[in-house]
Every structure is written in structure tokens, then in C-alpha cells.
């Protein structure tokens, strides 16, 4: 597709169990993002990959989060031992480079909720 | 370090009047500014961006921002709310740190249009 494609759209996890939310950016772009969206919250940034270099990480709230980007492309956010406080709406953007003006063009989220 | 602050949580006006949402933002460097949208079960969208060319930028869907130095405002108008307009708005900001431009989000705005 030519846009930012997430899955799963919408997940329900259960309490300590583990989950992995997909992002598949836009062809050629060098930069991914993943943000975090609860209610009232705006969005949280969590982490961000340009190209090869080492990953961003100073957003991830603890660590039981971890991100990787495989090949430069495909991204997988993966939360360890989910907690109820993880629900939230989890975006994936990418852009084109790191420029200052870049767009960046969002997925349209993966909601998670733990019960 | 960067930050957004977006006045108003919630922002109702009837159809055919002025749309204001507003947004300040504190930097020690020079920003660029961006306006992004986001409609139900949708994915952000970008609105227009200030990339310190002219200080009025206009948009898509009849939408323009003023970048005003002095205080630390980047405003969104419109002249005549549309009912397809009510969605959800955010500002960002994008400053230079540390090699890279993270854009900050503020909380979002809801625009709610009435009959």
C-alpha cells in the first residue's frame, strides 16, 4: 500500500501478557516513529529509528517496552508483561529523512487495551 | 528542551463561524511549526507546517496559521467551520537536539461543530 500500514488495528490482551504491534512504513522512508495516544494525553513519543543509526529510545516508559526495525523497513513495538496503564492507541509515522521540515505520515494506530 | 501547550481541551463552535484553536510553544532555537489533523479511527494528517518562510501559512480545507515570534504562537483559523471539520487537532513543534528533529505534540484539541 502507499501509506503507513499498522497491525493489529485493535488488541485485547489479558493482564501479564505480552503483545507485538507491527508498523510497516512507507517505502524509502528513512525515519519511523512511534508515538503513544491516551485519552486527554496528546501523544507520547516513544522511539525513533533513522536509517542505520542507533535508535532514539529516551521516549520508552520503561522496560518492558522495546522496539526493533528490521532491514531498515518493518518495525515491531513489543510490550513485555502488559500492565492495564499500556491501554492506549500506539502510532506509527515515518518520514522521509530527518530534516527538521519533514511530514510525517501516520498509521492509523493500534489500539490496545489490557484487562 | 521543547514544548507545546494547546489552550482548550474542547473547542464548539456553529457552522459558518470562526474557527480559532490555539497554540503556543516554548523553544530556545527556531522552530518549525506543524498543524496536524485527525478524524475518527483515523491516522494524523498533516494540516500546513511553518518553516520560517511566511509567517502565514495556509493549509488544506481552507485552514492557515499565523507564526508570531514575539509570543510564541501558531494559531489555527478558519474563517467558516464546516460540519466535516469537527475532528481532532494537534500542534507540534521540531527543533534541532542532539542530531535529530523528534517533533513534540501538544494534547490535541476536539473541534466540535454544531448545526
Known amino acids: 500500500g502507499a501509506g503507513v500500514s499498522q497491525s493489529p488495528s485493535n488488541k485485547v490482551t489479558e493482564k501479564g501478557k505480552d503483545v507485538e504491534l507491527r508498523c510497516d512504513p512507507i517505502s524509502g522512508h528513512t525515519a519511523l516513529y512511534w508515538y503513544r495516544q491516551s485519552l486527554g494525553q496528546g501523544l507520547e513519543f516513544l522511539i525513533y529509528f533513522q536509517g542505520n543509526s542507533a535508535p532514539d529510545k529516551s521516549g520508552l516508559p520503561s522496560d518492558r517496552f522495546s522496539a526493533e526495525r528490521t532491514g531498515g523497513s518493518v518495525s515491531t513495538l513489543t510490550i513485555q508483561r502488559t500492565q492495564q496503564e499500556d491501554s492506549a492507541v500506539y502510532l506509527c509515522?515515518?518520514?522521509?529523512?530527518?530534516?527538521?521540515?519533514?511530514?510525517?505520515?501516520f498509521g492509523e494506530g493500534s489500539r490496545l487495551t489490557v484487562l | 528542551a521543547q514544548s507545546v501547550t494547546q489552550l482548550g481541551s474542547h473547542v464548539s463552535v456553529s457552522e459558518g463561524a470562526l474557527v480559532l484553536l490555539r497554540c503556543n510553544y516554548s523553544s530556545s532555537v527556531p522552530p518549525y511549526l506543524f498543524w496536524y489533523v485527525q478524524y475518527p479511527n483515523q491516522g494524523l494528517q498533516l494540516l500546513l507546517k511553518?518553516?520560517?518562510?511566511?509567517?502565514l501559512v495556509k493549509g488544506i480545507n481552507g485552514f492557515e496559521a499565523e507564526f508570531k515570534k514575539s509570543e510564541t504562537s501558531f494559531h489555527l483559523t478558519k474563517p467558516s467551520a464546516h460540519m466535516s471539520d469537527a475532528a481532532e487537532y494537534f500542534c507540534a513543534v521540531r527543533v534541532a537536539s542532539g542530531g535529530s528533529y523528534i517533533p513534540t505534540f501538544g494534547r490535541g484539541t476536539s473541534l466540535i461543530v454544531h448545526p
Open positions: 509515522a515515518s518520514s522521509l529523512g530527518r530534516g527538521q521540515a519533514g511530514e510525517l505520515f
Open positions: 511553518y518553516t520560517s518562510a511566511a509567517t
